[in-house]
């Protein structure tokens, strides 16, 4: 079974209050869904299109444990408190075996 990851990369964070409420909430949802948090605001050397803000990375042991936990009750609170406080990609992508 391939690992799951989320993978959000902020291009702006307009609302530090917002971003502080989510980050909250959001470490205890990702862990009760499985999730470890591998990066989370540390050094990012962009290239490309890129955009050197903040950057997470958080490992699930499947695709779909990944998915479930982006769409439990706790991590949809997480996503209220943050709501328009910042602009980010945030996809769910699936590991190679």
């Not at 803000?53 to 991590?75: G, I, K, M, P, W």
């Not at 949809?76 to 769910?92: M, T």
């Amino acid at each position: 079974m391939s690992k799951g990851y989320w993978v959000s990369a902020y291009r702006t964070i307009s609302d530090p209050e917002k971003l502080a409420a989510y980050n909250k909430l959001a470490p205890a949802a990702v862990k009760a869904g499985g999730g470890r948090i591998l990066a989370r605001g540390g050094r990012v050397v962009a290239h490309d299109a890129g955009i050197a803000e903040r950057t997470v990375l958080v490992e699930f042991d499947s695709f779909e444990q990944a998915v479930a936990a982006h769409e439990s009750a706790a991590y949809q609170e997480a996503l209220v408190a943050l709501s328009d406080g910042v602009e980010r990609d945030f996809r769910i992508v699936e590991g190679i075996d």
